[in-house]
């Protein structure tokens, strides 16, 4: 070996050792920054004619483990999804409060029910009067509280998606710059762990944010793309944008970088973003839908005992509530048997008309009075009231008067009492409500499949199907059909070309409400992304008259209050009954009867069918049983989620861990390399002088 081969070897071998040496201390000079990983200098031997002639440097690389920065990026995503879940359903489960608690949304029910109890023993007080209402008031004005909270907390996820997917996009674009810088560097022989070391930084965050995957690129960078293999970076950054709807499932698109520009459906399955989407879509409205349900059935079984009973005494004029349907329609189908009586200031009846829609028939007065059809009844029945009251329909409203001084009391057969979807007459049509809405919940409209529509031919309903990871499967547009009836209704919506007919089904249960079920093979989500269909002129929407879709539904809960005819005037409240019995010339209604107030005050107890809301199956309960069973629902919901983010944020901590231990910096193990550089150094150092003192010697000689 010359000496000239002996310097360089001595030369490659102190270079090399310097190198090392400066890997080390960027090493230990960063034993505290965040994000940064352990360097490490990958060596080779040089040779020459099969004999060792010195050492090469390949490569300056990241101390990194492809296998646990994929677990840590699933882990950290996961607990980020998690942390977004439990955090929103902690505040949900405060708006209600603690459901043990004497303070809690659910004791309000209870409020009224004893309120109602005490006024039944002393119906004639107005102070119990005036505190029964303030109680209904105080439910009623909680439960709009929590609805409008928890739609705030909707719109408020709608404002963070937002916000985290510009985050994203301006991510996907650093992380796609920075490939290039990478790229150069390494072709260049350079150390390119700097830009390395901020690329994973972006990539760990946007890991918070969405699951991805993460591969090496052969040129140096990364590529990095969704679950479902979609290009977000790395040649070219893809833009991700939130289609959101006021009314309908908001859901992510993405356009790739190196594809059409064509926005495609972007699935996620876990990231913040996607416990951010999994709660405006499915758990908030969830959570309204079941409080909708609530707040309808405990306003239905108040209502069904106030119209059940009667002021003392009776009021002039009884005006109920819009029905959504014709006259004709929302007077066929009745059953069994009601009277309308006509009392005096002291009770006593005036005029009684006695309705048997069996038989299509009135008495008045114990006598024969007019038959009647579903399309006459009103005229029929002015008919029958002689002039001593009138009776109208408008816009889905049937109302009652009285002539003069004299008021208006309605009372169901006490054998074969009046029955239309499970409600009286007064009932149905909420002649007596002692709690209105300005909706339609619960929508048991009565309708059958033979019944006429109503709805304007042509005019078109906008639906969205959504499949079980929120991703949209397509928007339906159907148009009302020129065939008249439900059923017909029914087929356009179900039809398979051009209906929902290939993902599921719409159906009408027997007191008339229309619900969607998905196929069992592929189950979907259905949303309405716009409506413009009207049930005649002026009236409700597909929609609104039957609940279709979950933003019709969520918001049934802030749309009820006390009736303000009662709430003005406390005697107005239904606290007695119409005495069917009492002999003519006697009074029928009595200032001291409390049987409608006790009725009001067992109103929690009765046994009831709730419908299928918020993703709890339908039930056949008692509203009591049912609020300790929503409260319960509520607790245990926010418990899971609590508990969901404690156990994957423990599994994201010890993968981390794991992978700091791989990535990061070892203050011993560095000074141990330390020594062993400097110790190369040395004697590299020692070589050349050796070499040198040699070369020294034989010049001499010469």
């Known amino acids: 070996m010359s000496l000239n081969t002996i310097m360089s070897t001595a030369n490659s071998g102190m270079q090399a050792a310097q190198t090392g040496l400066r890997v080390v201390s960027d090493n230990i000079a960063n034993v505290n920054t965040a994000g940064y990983v352990r360097k490490t200098v990958s060596q080779s031997n040089l040779i020459s004619n099969g004999m060792g002639v010195g050492v090469n440097i390949d490569a300056i690389k990241r101390a990194t483990d492809r296998f646990l920065q994929s677990a840590s990026l699933n882990a950290v995503s996961e607990s980020s999804r998690a942390q977004a879940l439990a955090t929103a359903m902690d505040s949900a489960q405060n708006l209600f409060g603690d459901p043990s608690g004497d303070n809690s949304y659910f004791s309000t029910l209870d409020d009224i029910l004893s309120s109602f109890s005490k006024s039944a023993d002393d119906p004639s007080s107005t102070l119990l009067r005036t505190q029964a209402l303030t109680r209904v008031d105080d439910f009623l004005s909680e439960s709009g509280r929590i609805t409008s909270s928890l739609s705030a907390m909707g719109k ?117 973003l996607k416990g951010l989407i999994d709660l405006r879509n499915t758990e908030l409205p969830a959570l309204t839908d079941q409080l909708g349900e609530f707040v309808s059935r405990a306003a239905e079984e108040l209502n069904r005992a106030s119209n059940a009973a009667s002021s003392v005494p009776a009021p002039t004029a009884l005006t109920g509530r819009d029905t959504g349907l014709d006259e004709p329609t929302a007077l066929d189908h009745f059953t069994g048997k009601t009277t309308i009586a006509i009392t005096d200031a002291a009770g006593v009846i005036q005029r009684r008309i006695d309705v048997d829609f069996d038989t299509g028939s009135m008495t008045v007065n114990g006598a024969a009075g007019p038959s009647f059809t579903n399309t006459d009844f009103i005229a029929q029945l002015n008919t029958a009231l002689g002039g001593q009251g009138t009776a109208g329909f408008s816009g889905g409203v049937l109302s009652l008067s009285a002539t003069g001084t004299n008021g208006v009391a309605v009372a169901d057969d006490p054998t074969n009492p009046s029955n239309k979807a499970g409600k009286g007459f007064s009932h149905f049509f909420g002649l007596n409500d002692i709690i209105q809405s300005n909706g339609y919940s619960p929508y048991e409209t009565g309708l059958t499949a033979s019944d ?105 809960g802030e749309r009820f209050s006390v009736n303000a005819a009662m709430e003005q005037n406390p005697n107005r409240l239904p606290f007695a009954k119409l005495n069917l019995l009492a002999v003519a010339g006697t009074t029928s209604l009595s200032v001291g009867d409390g049987q409608g107030a006790l009725g009001l005050a067992k109103a929690g107890d009765t046994t009831l069918k709730f419908s299928a809301a918020g993703g709890s199956a339908a039930a056949t309960t008692s509203l009591l049983r049912y609020a300790a069973d929503f409260g319960g629902l509520i607790a245990r919901k926010a418990a899971a989620a609590e508990s969901a983010k404690d156990s994957s944020a423990s599994v994201a901590l010890e993968v981390n861990t794991q992978r700091q231990s791989q990535e990061g910096v070892n203050l011993d193990e560095e000074l141990i390399n330390l020594t062993t550089y400097q110790q190369a150094f040395n004697a590299s150092a020692r070589l050349i002088q050796a070499t040198k003192d040699m070369f020294d010697v034989l010049t001499n000689i010469v």
């Open 452 to 556: 006429p529509h109503g709805f304007t031919t042509g005019d078109v309903i906008s639906l969205r199907l959504t499949d079980v990871e929120g991703g949209r499967i397509r928007d339906v547009d159907v148009a009302i059909p020129a065939g008249g009836t439900m059923q017909d209704l029914l087929d356009s919506l179900n039809a398979r070309n051009g209906g929902v007919g290939v993902y599921g089904s719409f159906s009408l249960d027997p007191k008339g409400q229309m619900s969607f079920t998905s196929s069992n093979g592929a189950p979907v989500t259905l949303s309405v992304v716009s409506d413009g269909t009207a049930r005649g002129t002026g009236g409700p929407s597909i929609t609104e008259l039957f609940g279709v879709g979950p933003t019709e539904r969520a918001t049934r």
């Open 156 to 272: 408020d996820a709608d404002n963070r998606i937002s916000t985290d997917i510009d985050r994203v996009n301006e991510l996907l674009k650093q992380i796609n710059g920075l490939n290039a810088d990478i790229t150069r560097s390494q072709v260049a022989g350079a150390d390119a762990t700097g830009s390395e070391n901020v690329q994973s930084g972006l990539i760990d965050e946007l890991s918070t944010l969405m699951n991805i995957q993460v591969s090496k690129r052969g040129n140096g960078g990364v590529v990095v793309r969704s679950t479902e293999g979609l290009s977000l970076a790395g040649d070219g950054a893809a833009v991700v944008s939130y289609q959101k709807s006021s009314t309908a499932t908001g859901f992510l698109q993405v356009i790739q970088a190196n594809g059409t520009d064509t926005p495609v459906a972007l699935k996620i399955s876990s990231g913040e």
